[in-house]
């Protein structure tokens, strides 16, 4: 009997377990659009996000398909992923949440992707540790895009974030002061278990989920490394 009761033990937790570490169909989707926003980025060098800045940046956030709907008032929200430069790869990537703001969409536009360029480990900590107001907790400005990156201004050169949005294909910088970004806990809870702290999956040594690869991938080709190559 007693061994009886210890193998009910033994499977009740590795079900437990397993189940804390269930990837949901929404977050292998996230993972996914995630992905091909980077890649989106890459194909256009003249037009997108300067080779230059991200060969700088330490983390990146990204967040797809920002739905107009979920900007009306008091409403709105979204959800992405984020991963940071460990050494000559990127880390598992936490998963990240946006809320508040009033940024709207352009004009005519249904839906817009948003990317924020971490610019040091700093900034970083500061949204793995809590919550943080963007313009506040953490100084924000709208990224430069393309050619217009040789004319930075001080302001942007010296934020720890540049943000980015992206509508019907055009990436733009975008002013998010106000948003408050910080990580999902639920999805990560799903994703890596209950214990596992947000800092811990992007700057420690968690392996990340099969799902996760594409993102990662588009990471590695598409954002050049501190030392100039790809």
């Not at 313009?135 to 400005?141: L, R």
Request: hydrophobic share 45%; net charge neutral; proline share 3%.
């Amino acid at each position: 009997m007693r061994h009886k009761y210890l193998f009910v033990a033994v499977i009740w937790a590795t079900a437990v377990a397993a189940a804390a570490a269930a990837i949901s169909t929404a977050e292998i989707k996230r993972l996914d659009s995630a992905a091909a926003v980077v890649r989106a980025m890459r194909e256009q060098p003249d037009n997108g996000i300067p080779e230059k800045l991200w060969s700088r940046t330490a983390c990146v956030v990204v967040l797809p398909d920002l739905k107009k709907a979920a900007f009306g008032i008091g409403g709105e929200y979204g959800r992405g992923v984020m991963s940071c430069r460990n050494g000559d790869h990127w880390s598992a990537p936490v998963f990240m949440q946006l809320a508040k703001g009033s940024w709207g969409l352009q004009i005519g536009a249904a839906e817009m992707d948003l990317v924020l360029l971490v610019m040091n480990r700093e900034g970083a900590d500061k949204m793995l540790n809590n919550k943080v107001s963007l313009g506040a907790d953490a100084s924000i400005a709208a990224g430069p895009v393309g050619r217009a990156a040789a004319a930075a201004t001080d302001a942007q050169l010296s934020a720890q974030i540049l943000s980015y949005s992206r509508t019907r294909g055009v990436f733009a910088g975008i002013d998010l002061s106000g948003g408050i970004l910080g990580a999902d806990k639920d999805a990560n809870t799903d994703v890596f278990g209950p214990n596992v702290e947000a800092q811990t999956i992007v700057l420690g040594d968690v392996k990340a989920p099969r799902e996760a690869e594409p993102f990662l991938r588009e990471l590695t080709t598409g954002v050049v490394g501190t030392s100039g190559q790809r």
